[in-house]
């Protein structure tokens, strides 16, 4: 069965400082891999995709992830953070092969603090 | 562009009452999913319909919740009768086809079970 961990529930970080939010799967083969964020009583939104190709992916608001596939990881990466960045932020893998469950599965989420 | 819309926003019912949730997708998407969210957990896929055929039901209660898709447009999700551990915010999101394309989100309607 595939899986999604995100270790952390809360990641602080002062504003100006890089930040990572940590994302590790498990799936069958490669998968498609998601970043969406949710702010305060607001849906889900999307930030970024890895399908295929350069293993360092750029999305929306500065915000950027690195697939490595040795370590099933996808970390999702800022340079500069800013206060604004302050939401949820969840994790969604989805396998790649036909056959077998092809369901979107989306992690915990964790919780970015970003202070002032 | 409009987004996904739901209602109603919030919903407070007892339990074993009856309760539906409407969604009407970003226009053109033909895939549309209703994910459960229940607090400090992510999102798990209740059901995904591709125009009105249902892909994947593998996880929807089906004892007690129902869902449809007539047209292929608006879609409406029920639960009969609730139960207390059915509080969550219940989401409902489009996407245009395909494994590899990101969902669009409504705002969500959280339901409480009293």
């Known amino acids: 069965a595939q899986s999604v961990a995100q270790p952390e529930d809360q990641v602080n970080v002062a504003e100006g400082n890089p930040l990572t939010v940590k994302c590790t799967y498990s799936?069958?083969?490669?998968?498609?891999l998601f970043w969406y964020v949710q702010y305060p009583n607001r849906g889900l939104q999307f930030l970024l995709k890895?399908?295929?190709?350069?293993?360092l992916v750029k999305g929306s608001y500065g915000f950027e992830a690195e697939f490595n596939k040795s370590q099933t990881s996808f970390h999702l990466k800022k340079p500069s953070a800013l206060v604004s960045d302050s939401a949820l932020y969840f994790c969604?893998?989805?396998?790649?092969?036909?056959?077998?469950?092809?369901?979107?599965?989306f992690g915990r989420g964790t919780s970015l603090i970003v202070h002032p | 562009e409009a987004g996904v819309a739901q209602s109603p926003r919030y919903k407070i019912i007892e339990k074993r009452q009856s309760v539906a949730f409407w969604c009407n997708p970003i226009s053109g998407h033909a895939t549309l999913y209703w994910y459960q969210q229940i607090l400090g957990q992510g999102p798990k896929l209740l059901i995904q319909f591709q125009n009105n055929g249902v892909v994947d039901d593998s996880q929807l209660p089906k004892d007690r919740f129902s869902a449809e898709r007539l047209k292929g447009v608006d879609s409406t999700l029920k639960i009969q009768p609730a139960k207390l551990e059915d509080s969550a915010v219940y989401l409902c999101?489009?996407?245009?086809?395909?494994?590899?394309?990101?969902?669009?989100f409504g705002q969500g309607t959280r339901l409480t079970v009293v």
């Open positions: 890895y399908i295929t190709g350069d293993n």
């Open positions: 999101a489009s996407s245009l086809r395909g494994r590899n394309t990101e969902a669009f």
């Open positions: 799936v069958s083969g490669n998968p498609y």
């Open positions: 969604a893998v989805r396998p790649r092969a036909s056959g077998g469950s092809y369901i979107p599965t």
